[in-house]
Structures are given as structure tokens and as C-alpha cells.
């Protein structure tokens, strides 16, 4: 049974969502179940895309929309070749938000917007928000480096207040949220909502192998490791011995994996030697990363894959965010959420409560 609860705030009014909690678009674990899931319960689930081709994303749009009426997204790679191709799908199928791993270009935001979509980028400082806000985003999400996968150094309650100061449209906070109590700090940060991607991992909705998410449950608040080792940029993954391994093999060890991680993903996506050659070139451009980084970074897919997928953590990786250290079970998604707002309602009353006016 849904909760009686309520948390009205610009995020709800912006997306048609009950509650202001929002799933983030996981490679290999953001499909169409966990979505569906989500959306179901109140809250806004992302559809992840980078890891699917655009034949595969269209498949998902539609098998969520047949599953639910409620509202969804998609997370798109700004930089990949066929960005606008898949902004393209999102709006025929009329997917309410688009939510970019980095800056979308200007022209694909305002394609988008005139077509009745709400952008959120995601952003990592102040001055990136400035960015896509005069672009005409309609909010932005930050995640402090409590966050999993690629992350800053920045601690979410230092990025998340810079952030809120530095633009006038609603920022949701990501990196570290688990619970109402984090909710309700997030809301008194000036926050519009939260985003969180390896607590709706660990639900029962999510189709991430079973004792995959027992191995997750497993790890204390000191089990996760921010690395370069995998594809350049920093990445926050469980300390698995995997990834030991990653962290002490040396830069020849590294060479032959990668490149044939990079053919196998090239087979999975359906991509040209020159399509990959092109998105790898304007990710260099975007990032700065040398190109042995952009060779290491065709590890990820299929490394992620291995883990998350597959199951064989002798091969592959796990993502994930501090909070892994602080979950213990697996709800589904519609009791989450519940928990996350009625806790949060509770919170904010007391807090409220106890606040002493005087003069």
C-alpha cells in the first residue's frame, strides 16, 4: 500500500511525480524492470541507455510505457555519436525527462524542451550548473563523491549548497542518500529531491543476480575504493579482489584485456570501428582524457557487465556508493520509496518542532 504522505516540491511539479526521489540511470541495471518498478512507487526512474543500442533503448521505452503510465526517463550520453538519434526516440515516444551524463549541447536541450521533455543534466560543479542553466536546463542533479561509478573528490554536502547558490533552477542532490533522514537533510540544503542509484540497486525489483546483491550486503562503509585503473577517471567500485587486482597491475597487464574488452563491447553495440573511433574522439574532447585513457575507458561496458549481468566477479565489477555500507536489506521498490517519505515527513516535523523563535 502507498503512503499517505506527501513531499511536494519544484521536482514533483516539474516531472508529474508523487514523490521527489529520483532512481539514477545505472548501466546494466537501470532497464525496463526496475523502472517500471520505480515509477510505480512514486518516483521517477531513469532508464539507463549507454549500455543499449538504440534499437534495445527503443524496446525498453516501449516496454515500460507498457507497463506503466506514469512518468520516466532516459539517460543519454551527451557525447555519443548518436545523441540526437536517441533524443529523437525519447521525444516520438514521449518520454517526460531526459537526464544527461554530461553537458548536453545546446541544441539538443532546446530540441527537447520544445517538444515537451524536462532536461536535468547531471554536474559535478558549481560552474557547470551555471553552464546548461543558460542553456536552458530545467534543473540539474549533483553527486558528491560519496556517489558510485565516475565521481569527484567533493563530499555532496560541500557541491550540493555551492551549487544551489550558484543557480536559480532546482537542483537535486545525489552521492550518500539512503534513507528520509537524508531526504529531509537534502530539503534543508535547499535541494529539490534526491537521487539514488545503488539503494534502488538493492531492492528486490532490481535484476542484478541475487547473490550479487548479497555479496553487496556484505561490505561495510570502508568496502568501496575510488580508482583510475578501470577507464582513466575516477570510479568508486566495491573492494572486490578484482578490482585489487585492477588497482595493482601495471600498464602493459592492462593492454591486451583492454583490447579485447573493446572488441567485445564494439560486437555488443552494434557500432563501426569509426562510429567508436568518432564517439571516443568527441569524449576526448569533452574530458581531456589522454588516449590511453579513452582505450581503458572501452573497459567499462563490458567489465560492468561481467559483474552485474553476468555475475562473475572473478572478471568483472561492481559500482557502487558509500551507502552500500549502511543497507541491509533488499525492499522492493514501492516500500522504499514509502519508507524514504513517511521517515522524511517525520524528520521534517520534528526538525520544525524544535526550532525556537525569539523576539
Known amino acids: 500500500m502507498s503512503t499517505e504522505n506527501r513531499i511536494k516540491t ?27 518498478a520505480t515509477a510505480e512507487a512514486g518516483a521517477l526512474g531513469i532508464l539507463a541507455s549507454a549500455t543499449m543500442t538504440l534499437d534495445q533503448l527503443e524496446h525498453a521505452i516501449v516496454e515500460v510505457k507498457s507497463h506503466t503510465d506514469k512518468p520516466f526517463g532516459v539517460n543519454l550520453r551527451a557525447d555519443g555519436a548518436d545523441a540526437p538519434d536517441r ?103 535547499g535541494a529539490v529531491g534526491i537521487g539514488m542509484g545503488t539503494r534502488f540497486l538493492l531492492t528486490s525489483d532490481s535484476s542484478v543476480p541475487e547473490d550479487i546483491k548479497q555479496r553487496y550486503l556484505g561490505f561495510g562503509l570502508d568496502g568501496t575504493v575510488v580508482t583510475t585503473k578501470a577507464d582513466g577517471m575516477p570510479h568508486r567500485l566495491l573492494r572486490t579482489e578484482f578490482v585489487k587486482g585492477l588497482e595493482d597491475g601495471g600498464r602493459l597487464r ?59 566477479t572473478s572478471a568483472g565489477m561492481l ?21 524514504i517519505i513517511d521517515e522524511a515527513v517525520l524528520r521534517l516535523k520534528a526538525a520544525s518542532g524544535a526550532v525556537l523563535v525569539q523576539g
Open 87 to 189: 533524443v529523437n526516440l525519447m521525444i516520438k515516444y514521449g518520454v517526460k525527462v531526459a537526464s544527461f551524463a554530461l553537458a548536453p549541447k545546446r541544441e539538443l536541450i532546446e530540441k527537447l524542451k520544445e517538444n515537451g521533455s524536462v532536461v536535468i543534466p547531471s554536474v559535478g560543479a558549481a560552474r557547470h550548473a551555471e553552464k546548461v542553466a543558460a542553456w536552458g536546463a530545467d534543473a540539474v542533479m549533483v553527486q558528491g563523491g560519496e556517489g558510485g561509478g565516475h565521481t569527484g573528490a567533493i563530499p555532496t554536502t560541500l557541491l550540493l549548497p555551492s551549487v544551489v547558490d550558484a543557480v536559480d533552477i532546482p537542483v537535486i542532490a545525489a552521492g550518500g542518500f539512503f534513507d528520509g533522514r537524508g531526504l529531509a537533510a537534502a530539503l534543508a540544503y
Open 254 to 312: 592492462q593492454l591486451l584485456p583492454t583490447l579485447r574488452r573493446s572488441v567485445q563491447f564494439k560486437e555488443m553495440s552494434g557500432q563501426s570501428w569509426l562510429g567508436l573511433a568518432k564517439d571516443g574522439l568527441s569524449m576526448k574532447r569533452g574530458t581531456g582524457r589522454s588516449w590511453n585513457q579513452m582505450m581503458l575507458a572501452a573497459n567499462t561496458p563490458m567489465l560492468l557487465k561481467a559483474g552485474l549481468v553476468d555475475g562473475d
Open 319 to 339: 559500482a557502487a556508493g558509500q551507502v552500500v555500507g549502511t543497507i541491509n536489506d533488499l525492499p522492493s521498490c514501492q516500500e522504499l520509496v514509502d519508507r
Open 10 to 36: 519544484p521536482l514533483t511539479e516539474l516531472t508529474g511525480v508523487e514523490h521527489p526521489i529520483v532512481q539514477t540511470g545505472m548501466g546494466w541495471v537501470a532497464g525496463p524492470r526496475l523502472v517500471t
